[in-house]
């Protein structure tokens, strides 16, 4: 069965810290890990990763896959309040379907 | 449509009432799913519709839940006999898939249900 696990649960930091979150995942046939952000009730899309070792950067977000590890991280430097959030993270199997962890909630402080 | 839609964006419902929740994906996109997120909790799996393939089906959690898509785009979510437990925001999200095609998924706010 596949399995999408994200650490820490949640984390509370200060503007300007940089923090790291964690995904793992055991799939049948990998297509492609997703990261959301959910602020409210709609999560919205981050970054697709394929290939491993290739970083996807965003403004202060970015993230990379490790197929070798199974696992990915999303790195946010210099830490906003409005970063403050549940991060989300998906895998795709080769069915097309995408199966989420529990995600992260991120409180940033002022 | 410009997003993925879904209605009612709130429902409240007596406890043994069925209800039905419907989701409007993104135009063309061939893929459909819905997901369940109780208070604090993460995205749970109930659904996946790809074009003309049978549904993934293995996330439903009892036989009161069915869903059904209707000519390829708009889908609608079924509880019977609704219970407290299933009370929780529905979230339906569309994609672009099909052979060779890899993309994000797009989700709609929403529906709060809330069994009382």
């Known amino acids: 069965e596949d399995k999408v696990v994200q650490s820490p649960l949640s984390l509370v930091v200060h503007e300007g810290d940089t923090v790291t979150l964690n995904c793992s995942y055991e799939?049948?046939?990998?297509?492609?890990l997703l990261w959301y952000k959910q602020e409210k009730k709609a999560p919205t899309f981050l970054f697709m990763l394929t290939s491993s070792g290739i970083e996807k950067k965003s403004g202060r977000l970015s993230s990379i896959l490790d197929k070798k590890e199974l696992s990915s991280i999303l790195n946010i430097t210099a830490t906003q309040t409005g970063d403050s959030a549940i991060y989300l993270c998906a895998e795709r199997g080769s069915q097309g379907n995408l199966i989420f962890g529990k995600g992260t909630k991120l409180s940033v402080k002022p | 449509g410009a997003g993925v839609s879904q209605s009612p964006s709130n429902k409240v419902t007596e406890k043994g009432k069925d209800v039905e929740l419907r989701c409007d994906p993104i135009?063309?996109?061939?893929?459909l799913y819905w997901y369940r997120q109780s208070l604090g909790q993460g995205l749970e799996f109930l659904i996946y519709f790809q074009g003309n393939s049978a549904p993934d089906k293995s996330g439903l959690p009892s036989d009161r839940f069915s869903a059904e898509r209707t000519g390829g785009s708009v889908s609608t979510l079924t509880i019977q006999r609704t219970q407290q437990e299933d009370s929780a925001v529905y979230l339906c999200a569309s994609s672009l898939q099909g052979a060779g095609m890899n993309t994000e998924a797009f989700f709609g706010q929403g529906t709060r249900l809330t069994v009382v």
């Open positions: 135009s063309g996109h061939t893929a």
């Open positions: 799939v049948t046939n990998f297509r492609s």
